[in-house]
DNA sequence: TAGATTGTTAATCGATTAACAATC
DNA sequence: TAGATTGTTAATCGATTAACAATC
């Protein structure tokens, strides 16, 4: 029934930077823009721009460029479902409890709902805003709330026997800040973000950008389903 | 005098994580492996991991396949440099006290040897072994210590302030957690960590997971010199 | 109308994958 | 030797960029 072209990831990515930015000129009171300006905000070309916004099938006008608001709600069509993503974290250490802190502001679409550590000092009391609970109840939790994606920021040696355990849960999206790859089920989506990794990678590019070309000063992400 | 050829950024991206797994094995007593065993670690194919160490300039040998310790060896002499890279970190809030927790603990080549903020109350103490200072000796400082890279941890609202603070001190590479991405000169690197796109991306990909093929069900991330 | 911008196709680019001879 | 693995080239794939006619 679902007659709609596959939307490639790199495409999604970005829609959700423009979706970001859109907003924000709306909120200033801007109406409409040509693709180059947000081109120039999204830090890519205008030709970009337009095939990204003709991939989520909405045009603009010669004259008057893309309706700002119009637009927002085409991406938002694609970007967001029809209800609330909830989400588990797992590893109330400190960056766990920074994300939750994060994420105590609005953030809508996107729910942390429940967190759980092994530490007993931690759990059975909220940390911003969020419950805490003992591991061992994670997948009573995690079914009876109906959670579909879990945030990992346990130490590296605990990543993938948490991984397993959401999966086991049946969470459909885990976002993992442990420095290891995790093995999942392919129905599984799976992200990670390294920061130590990220900081070893932009050492090596700073220290030899001299040698490259200029106007390739980003380094950008990848990311695919 | 440098006739190396310019080394693809997902191949540096792919070598951090071969270096860490590589050591990791290398911990267990593992003498060598082969490319498939590298691979089946990275979540890539065999072929890629060939191609990448040909790329750096290792070779292994059809019988025994690679020598750990030698590649570990060769990695670091692409990934490393002489010389520490010192870093600062601006806005210690609690994400940056999450990332200055994460860095108390060893990280060679790689230090946060201060944190900065407007607050007050936070400066003038350590955080997680780190000395906090008042943002209005930033400049002052960041030449004292001959700082190359920058954290930015600072709210959306003031990441380009704080970027432009940093490009004028004389910092090469910034990693940016603020959900903007940054106007930056050519000459200065920078990559964004953004949490909540992280997500947002994911509740995407892991809703419509079924209408994907199996065996792509990571997200990548991309990123270039 | 004139001119800037859009939609869309074709050309380019680069990275990944496949294939296979060379090697131990 | 036989067989698994390596080094390396060619084919594939997909995304980006360039180009330009159509449009307001």
Redesign the pocket.
Do not use: C, D, E, I
């Given at each position: 029934m679902n007659l709609e072209k596959e939307i490639?990831?790199?495409?999604i990515e970005?829609m959700v930077l423009y979706k970001r930015l859109l907003a924000d000129l709306l909120s200033k009171g801007q109406k409409t823009?040509?693709?180059?300006q947000l081109a120039a905000l999204a830090h890519?070309?205008?030709?970009?721009?337009?095939?990204d916004?003709?991939t989520i099938g909405?045009?603009?006008?010669?004259?008057?460029?893309?309706h700002i608001e119009e637009l927002i709600e085409r991406i938002s069509d694609i970007l967001d479902s029809s209800s609330d993503h909830l989400i588990a974290l797992v590893g109330v250490g400190n960056l766990g409890s920074a994300i939750l802190s994060y994420f105590t502001y609005s953030h809508p679409g996107l729910k942390i709902v429940a967190a759980f550590d092994t530490d007993a000092g931690k759990v059975n009391r909220e940390v911003f805003g969020c419950p805490c609970f003992p591991i061992d109840c994670f997948e009573e939790k995690i079914r009876q709330l109906g959670v579909t994606l879990g945030i990992i920021t346990v130490p590296a040696a605990f990543a993938q026997e948490t991984a397993d355990r959401m999966v086991a849960s049946g969470i459909k999206g885990i976002l993992n800040f442990a420095p290891v790859p995790l093995k999942l089920p392919d129905h599984v989506c799976n992200d990670r973000i390294d920061i130590a990794s990220a900081l070893e990678k932009l050492a090596y590019f700073s220290e030899r950008m001299s040698q490259f070309s200029a106007g390739k000063a980003n380094i950008e992400h990848?990311q695919?389903p």
């Open positions: 490639p990831a790199r495409t970005r823009l040509f693709s180059h890519n070309t205008s030709a970009q721009v337009r095939r916004l003709m909405y045009g603009g006008s010669p004259r008057k460029g893309y990848p695919h």
